[in-house]
Structure formats: structure tokens, C-alpha cells
């Protein structure tokens, strides 16, 4: 069993930065993909950023250029840079784990307002 938790969510005014942290734990394929998805009120879940073990990255449309998606492999950890911060950014933001199974985090919110 595998569990992630994330921490690091919070309010911030438009143009802003947080850094989102998920830290892995328990019986962890040494191959796999971390990630973070979002979701907004009414709205499906969405990619926001994935990174393998091989350090190859992909980012959902609307955040690139913005957020940065890191990971320290030895803590198994992965991190979310998020600058300029939108209020369309608004969400929980879930960690994601993918290695023979496929596990989730709590979530935790992210709140863009003046």
C-alpha cells in the first residue's frame, strides 16, 4: 500500500506563488509517475503536471510557462512550482502515483483571490 501526502495549498492573491509538496510512502514501484491533477467546482479533473523517473515531463495546457514539476526520487517526493497564479487556477489539487497500481492523494486547496 502506498500513501501520498500533500501539503503546501492555501490562499494567495492573483500573480502569486505556492509550492506544492506530495510525499510517497510504503511499497513504491522503483519505475513510476508522479503527478498533480486539479479539480475546480463543477468542473473534471484535470493534468496539471507529471514527471516520471526519468525525468521526462508533461504539463496540461494552461499551466505552462507557469508551474514547474520537480521530484527528489531518493524522498519520493514531488513538487509543484506554481508562479503567477491565476484565480482560474482555483482547485484541489490531487497528487498522483502510477507504478503496477494507481494511487491518490487527499487533496488540497488552492484558493486565488484578491
Known amino acids: 500500500q502506498v500513501q501520498l501526502v500533500e501539503s503546501g495549498g492555501g490562499l494567495v492573491q492573483p500573480g502569486g506563488s505556492l509550492r506544492l509538496s506530495c510525499a510517497a510512502s510504503?511499497?513504491?514501484?522503483?519505475?513510476?509517475?508522479m503527478g498533480w491533477y486539479r479539480q475546480a467546482p463543477g468542473k473534471q479533473r484535470e493534468l496539471v503536471a507529471g514527471m516520471s523517473t526519468d525525468g521526462s515531463t508533461n504539463y496540461g495546457d494552461s499551466v505552462k510557462g507557469r508551474f514547474t514539476i520537480s521530484r527528489d526520487n531518493a524522498k519520493n517526493t514531488v513538487y509543484l512550482q506554481m508562479n503567477r497564479l491565476k484565480p482560474e487556477d482555483t482547485a484541489v489539487y490531487y497528487c498522483?502515483?502510477?507504478?503496477?497500481?494507481?494511487?491518490w492523494g487527499q487533496g488540497t486547496q488552492v484558493t486565488v483571490s484578491s
Open positions: 510504503g511499497s513504491i514501484g522503483s519505475i513510476n509517475a
Open positions: 498522483r502515483l502510477v507504478d503496477e497500481y494507481d494511487y
